[in-house]
């Protein structure tokens, strides 16, 4: 094992600078849809070579020396949705790729999650989504459920706005990986919806998902997708002073927040800053329900680094602090009532580098080293008792990261990259109510490769992933676990006609169970159960399909997507009927069952004139044990349809979402009745040479609908907000 980890060091001794190719040119003009002004300060990747230039203050850019090939060129400048195109480079030919970014109406989304590298998601064989900066604003939403909740298969889990986790194609908890720039997170919000993600989304410049087994690259614990935060900072240089400003201000729940951030570049280094502060007051449900008392929040985060940017490689290290303070719902109906409130903090510390273009076997590389030290205190008191003593219970996770990518060079048709990582973590709970006593160390590494081979009209994919984990608790009474696990794939891209694709993707994915389902045993509010582990939890195995049919091109984008999977040794909390005595709670306990999951996904953007889009969406899934009994907390059928009127800087978006009954329920579980709910988002866009100026105003549940979330634990006491109207200005300079 030690040396797989030597791999990298020996890899770079052997790698050499880069020569010039003499080849093609390709250059074009970046504008704004909205009224063709130049986009200055654009920035243009050819994707598949990594070169990037800026746009300059007439919108121009060029790339020289381009060898023959088919190329995606992604043109991208925050505030705006990035656009990709495809194209294809004769020897020594010239071509002209024009960008036209806009705010509104279809978009083409480029994803770095997939892959590890840049690429249009139309090109991707994963299904994936990108969330640009715009949209986050409009959201106004510190939380990643939130601000993805609607998105093609992708729901939430939450107690409360400032906790809300995705929910991705049925898949909770330990199943979704939540990283930063590729790494995780460090937070232990898998296993309790009261507990935040320590991401700041208003700092994000895009927020990328990927739905599906995402385990080669990512770990284990990504069986069930991706949800990745990409930052501002790059590895890419700019010039100058950069940055952007944003307010949101809301009634309902009196959100105040606001984030800003400054980037500026000299010769060949860069620093940075941004910072985030935002509070809100308790939130009201809708219809007669009133006001759902103590969810009232405070966030505060603050970030800064500086990097070098040389010709071949570059470096970069930065710090970021993380801060929370939650209020979790009172229950009014627990006999006394108690109120409840959770303090978070996260330190963080980051140093990544690597090299390119070099003229090797490994064509480029990035290393990343990664620790952050997070703290959670969980504090509550009886409400009818004035004198009663504060009860507490403190959370420590200390998560050491660290990763190695290597980009290999092309080799006729085929491309790939490979790598290692792992991490150390300390887990460890301490107060009068634990999970379980003592620290947990557990210790992961994995071996990953994923291949590809392109040609005209298909493109093949193929890779693997092998992980092991050792679990060693300092408690004498609970065993120590080493697990081992191996995930494949194989996936294919059919280009059918100018602008369609079929895509399929076979996966077997090995899940190796967490620490909280091995060694739990203890009452848990978040959950209202009292938790118990199995310590001789087996490694779930899945064996699933992905199935898509595309279209991008003109007037509409569409894609169809169905998915199936098998997965053995299912790990799931079974609640039941049997009271702790001490603590009131009912018992529940981490059991395995062989399962399936089965589900669609649609989307759909329309442009019927040239003010005019319509949008719609669905998505369903149905998940059971294979005796027919379903799976607990699933989300329900759900739809959504929408118009985008958008003239010159103008946008309008009304938007209704509807979602079914769920009375697919496990037992104990309760049906959660279906819904409709009425949305409408406006933004006006003051574009120029150095800065855009947007303006957002949106209604929310305007109706005013009561209406719960199926997934959450607590769904009875904490409904849904209601009617609610949030305004933002951002200003991004350049």
Do not use: C
């Amino acid at each position: 094992m030690r040396n797989f980890k030597a791999l990298p060091l020996f890899i770079i001794f052997f790698t050499f600078s880069a020569f010039a190719q003499n080849g093609g040119r390709i250059g074009g003009r970046i504008v704004f849809a909205g009224d063709a002004s130049p986009v200055a300060g654009a920035t243009v990747q050819i994707v598949q070579l990594g070169r990037t230039t800026i746009a300059d203050d007439q919108g121009k850019y060029e790339f020289t020396n381009i060898p023959a090939g088919r190329y995606t060129i992604a043109a991208h400048r925050d505030g705006f949705g990035d656009v990709a195109r495809s194209i294809v480079i004769a020897g020594g030919a010239a071509s002209t790729v024009d960008f036209k970014l806009q705010v509104s109406g279809i978009r083409e989304q480029v994803t770095v999650t997939a892959t590890g590298e840049k690429e249009a998601a139309f090109d991707s064989i994963s299904p994936t989504i990108s969330v640009d900066s715009t949209r986050i604003m409009e959201r106004g939403s510190i939380a990643l459920g939130d601000v993805l909740d609607r998105q093609p298969g992708v729901a939430k889990r939450t107690a409360t706005a400032a906790t809300a986790r995705p929910v991705i194609r049925g898949f909770d908890g330990d199943r979704i990986l939540v990283a930063e720039d590729g790494i995780r997170d460090g937070s232990i919000a898998a296993f309790s919806e009261n507990h935040p993600e320590p991401v700041d989304t208003l700092s994000a410049d895009r927020i990328e998902v990927v739905r599906g087994p995402a385990t080669l690259l990512y770990g284990s614990n990504a069986i069930g997708g991706v949800v990745n935060a990409i930052g501002r900072n790059e590895d890419n240089f700019h010039k100058g002073l950069s940055g952007y400003l944003l307010g949101i201000g809301a009634v309902n729940n009196k959100q105040i927040a606001t984030s800003g951030g400054l980037d500026y570049g000299y010769k060949n280094w860069m620093a940075w800053f941004s910072g985030t502060a935002q509070r809100t007051g308790d939130y009201k449900a809708g219809g007669d329900f009133g006001t759902v008392e103590n969810t009232a929040t405070r966030h505060g985060y603050g970030a800064g680094g500086f990097g070098y940017f040389g010709e071949k490689g570059f470096f970069r290290a930065n710090y970021s602090y993380h801060q929370e303070l939650i209020g979790i719902p009172i229950d009014f109906e627990e006999d006394p009532p108690r109120e409840e409130h959770i303090r978070s903090y996260r330190s963080n510390y980051r140093i990544n580098g690597g090299f390119r273009d070099l003229n090797s076997f490994i064509e480029g590389a990035k290393f990343t080293f990664d620790y952050s030290n997070y703290r959670q205190r969980e504090s509550g008191f009886l409400l009818d008792e004035s004198d009663a003593e504060e009860e507490s219970v403190t959370f420590r996770n200390k998560l050491m990261s660290y990763r190695g990518v290597f980009d290999q060079r092309k080799y006729g048709k085929l491309t790939g990259t490979f790598g290692l990582d792992g991490y150390r973590r300390d887990y460890s709970s301490e107060g009068e109510e634990v999970l379980f006593h003592g620290k947990v160390v557990q210790n992961s590494f994995s071996l990953f490769a994923l291949e590809q081979l392109s040609f005209e009209r298909v493109t093949l994919q193929f890779g693997g992933r092998l992980e092991n984990n050792h679990y060693r608790p300092t408690d004498p009474s609970l065993p120590k676990r080493d697990l081992t696990g191996f995930s494949g794939s194989v996936g294919t891209r059919f280009a059918l006609w100018n602008g369609g694709a079929f895509v399929a993707n076979y996966s077997h994915a090995s899940r190796l169970p967490d620490l909280e389902e091995f060694y739990n045993n203890g009452p848990h509010d978040d959950t209202q159960s009292f938790e118990v582990g199995d310590p001789n939890l087996k490694v779930e195995k899945s064996d699933g399909i992905d199935i898509s049919l595309r279209h991008q091109k003109g007037r509409f984008n569409a894609e169809a997507t169905f998915f199936y999977y098998n997965i053995r040794n299912f790990v799931f909390l079974e609640p039941t009927d049997i009271i702790d005595e001490d603590t009131g709670l009912p018992f529940a306990f981490f059991v395995q069952g062989d399962s399936r999951f089965i589900g669609t996904e649609l989307s759909l953007d329309v442009r019927t004139t040239k003010w005019l889009d319509l949008f719609a969406g669905m998505d369903y899934v149905n998940a059971e044990l294979k005796d027919g009994t379903p799976l607990p907390r699933i989300p329900p059928l759900r739809g959504r349809f929408g118009l985008d009127a958008h003239y010159k800087n103008l946008s309008v978006r009304p938007e209704f979402i509807a979602v079914a009954d769920q009375n697919r329920v496990f037992t104990n579980e309760t049906r959660t009745p279906g819904y409709g709910v009425f949305d409408i988002t406006g933004s006006y866009v003051i574009p120029g040479k150095r800065y855009t100026h947007i303006f957002s105003a949106s209604g929310v549940n305007l109706t005013d609908k009561l209406y719960f979330n199926h997934i959450s634990f607590i769904k009875d006491i904490s409904p849904e907000i209601g009617r609610n109207f949030r305004f933002s200005y951002t200003i991004r300079f350049y």
